[in-house]
């Protein structure tokens, strides 16, 4: 593979002011088929070392975001706004917000 076409952008969107802004590059497309390889060994340390998208969700698939980032179990969750609490009285707010 040649190296310098891991930057290059497999998808991305131009904002208001026409910069072009990278979703994807090849690399992260490497990166993604690595963990669905369950090639984890080192898929931290190269995500880590980019602006990789979704680095906190890929840590949270892996079980690895309270390991790297030492956040409680709490925080692996959202909260839910209360406006869509009380909508739905069946929801419950998630533990510890």
Not at 42 to 53: D, I, W
Not at 62 to 87: M, R, W
Request: net charge negative.
């Amino acid at each position: 593979m040649d190296l310098s076409s891991l930057s290059d952008p497999v998808f991305s969107v131009v904002d208001q002011l026409n910069n072009r802004i990278v979703i994807y590059s090849a690399d992260d497309i490497r990166l993604l088929k690595k963990e669905a390889d369950g090639d984890t060994d080192t898929l931290v340390q190269e995500k880590s070392e980019g602006n990789h998208y979704g680095y906190w969700q890929m840590l949270k698939r892996i079980g690895k975001a309270k390991e790297v980032t030492g956040c409680q179990d709490y925080q692996l969750l959202l909260p839910i706004p209360l406006a869509e609490i009380a909508t739905n009285p069946q929801l419950s707010q998630n533990p510890g917000y």
